[in-house]
C-alpha cells in the first residue's frame, strides 16, 4: 500500500466482516470548512504530515469534503443497552474512513464524528455542535495526558453550517482516532441479528485486532473475554482514581479495546462524593462515580451473553465458563483501585489494614466536602494546614496514621514523594474552566483560552510548573453543575 504525500496510510480491514457489520457512506457536502484545532503531535505519532493537514486539501479530508487514498467510508452498526434497555444503534452521525498504519506499525480508527447523516442516524440530523466537539477534543486529550486508556482528538473543524438545537450553533467534524470502535454493543448487534458465524467472524476479527496472543490458546473466546474484563476492570479503576464520571456506560460506549470512549455527558468530580451524577439525563443516577465499576461488570455480563455459543459445544458448561470469569472482575477491579490509591499515598508495599486507612481517608473528605483532586496534592506537598478538614482532629488522627504507615515501609520520604508526584494529578479539566474556555471559542471565537488550557492539561503530574489558575476548584454554588448528551 502506498503512502501518499500527507502520509495517510489506510487499509479497511473492519469492511472486510461480513456486510451486516457496516453500511458503506457516500460524502456530504458542507458549505465552508475551516480549520478550528489541531493535534499536531498526534498528527506526527500517526505518520501525518501536519502542515498537509492544515492546507485546504487537508482541511476537506478532515470535514468529510474528500477522501485521502485508499479510504473507504462506512457508518458501522452496533446494538446497546442504554440505560439497560437493548435497542438498536450504529453510528448516527459517525464515518469510519478506514484504519490508518503509523509508522510504529499501530493500526488506528480514522473517524469523522458529526459528518452526517447514515442509516443509523434514525431521527437524528447526523451533525455536531463545534462546543461539544472540542470539548470531547478537551476532555479526551486531558484523559491520554492522564495516563488513562482513550480515544484521541485529532482536529475539530467547522463545516460553516448550521446545527439546530435548542439555539442554532456553529456544525463542527471531530476526527477521532481510536484503538478500534468495537463496543460490546458490536457484539450484541451480532447475537441479536446475525447468526453464530457472524459472532464467530466478530470474535476472531477482533482477537485478531487486540489480542492476537489469544490466537494460540485453547479457548480463545473465553480468552477474548477475560482480556476484555481485564482491560475494563483496569480502565474502570483509572478512571475512579482520578474522579472521571463517563456520564453514559451503556454497552454501545464500551469500547472492546479498553479505552475510554464517547465523550458525551463525561465530567470530573471537583468535592469528592462517590454519589456525584452530572448527566442532566441521568436522573436515577445509574451512572454515579460510586456505581461505575459495577455497571462496568453489568455491561461485561451483556458480552459474555453473546460469547456463550463460542465458548463452548455444551451451552451449560459455556455458561458457567462465561460466570467464573465474571465473577473475578470485582476482585481485578479491586486489586487496580487499590494498587493506584496505595500510590496516591505514597506506599509502595502492602499491608491488610491500607483499605481502612484508605476509606478512613475517603470518608474525612466526603464529610468536609474536600476536593478530590487537590486533596492528594495537598498530601503530595504538605500543604495540609488550613481547611476545615485539615484542621479537624479526626483529619489529623489520621494523618499520623498515614505517616506512620509510610515511615513502615522500605522507602524514604523522598521515594514516597516521588510516587505520589506520579499519581496525583495537579491538573485536571475541571468543569468551570472547560466551560469558561468552549465560551470563549464558540461565543467570542477566541481559541487562546482553550489553546491554554489544553497545554496546561499535556502535563497533569508536573509538580513544577503548579499553575493555581488552574488547580482552583469553583466556587461553592447552589446549582449542580449538568452536562448533556447528543449535543
Ligand atoms: P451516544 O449517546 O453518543 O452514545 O449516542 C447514541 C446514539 O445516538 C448513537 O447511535 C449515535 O450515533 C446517535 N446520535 C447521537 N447524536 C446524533 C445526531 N445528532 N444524529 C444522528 N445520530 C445521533
Ligand atoms: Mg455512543
Redo the contacts with the bound molecule.
Sequence with gaps: MEKNDSGWNLENSYAKLPGLFYTPLKLETVSDPKLVILNQLLAENLGLDAEALRSQAGIDILAGQALPANAKPIAQA?A?H?FGYFTM??????MLIGEQLTPAGERFDIQLK?SG??P?????????ALGPMLREYLISEAMHYLGIPTSRSLAVVTTGDP?YREKILPGAVLTRVAASHIRVGTFEYAAQWGTTADVKALADYTINRHFPGLLSEPNPYLGLLDAVIKAQAALIAKWQLVGFIHG?M?T??VAISGETI?Y?PCAFMDHYDPTTVFSSIDLQGRYAYRNQPNIGLWNLARLAETLIPLVDDNQQQALKLVEDSLRNFPSLYQADWLQGMRLKLGIADQEPEDERLIADLLGLMKQYQADYTNTFVDLTLDRTQSSELYESDAFKDWLDRWQARRERQEQTDHDSKQLMKQANPVVIPRNHQVEKVLQAATDQDDLKPLQQLVAVLQAPYDYNALNQEFMTPPEPSNSPYKTY???
Design positions: 452496533y446497546g442504554q444503534l450504529g453510528d448516527g452521525r459517525a458529526g447523516k447514515t443509523y442516524s434514525r431521527s437524528g440530523d447526523g451533525k455536531a446545527v453514559v451503556n454501545d460506549n464517547d458525551g448528551c447528543g449535543t
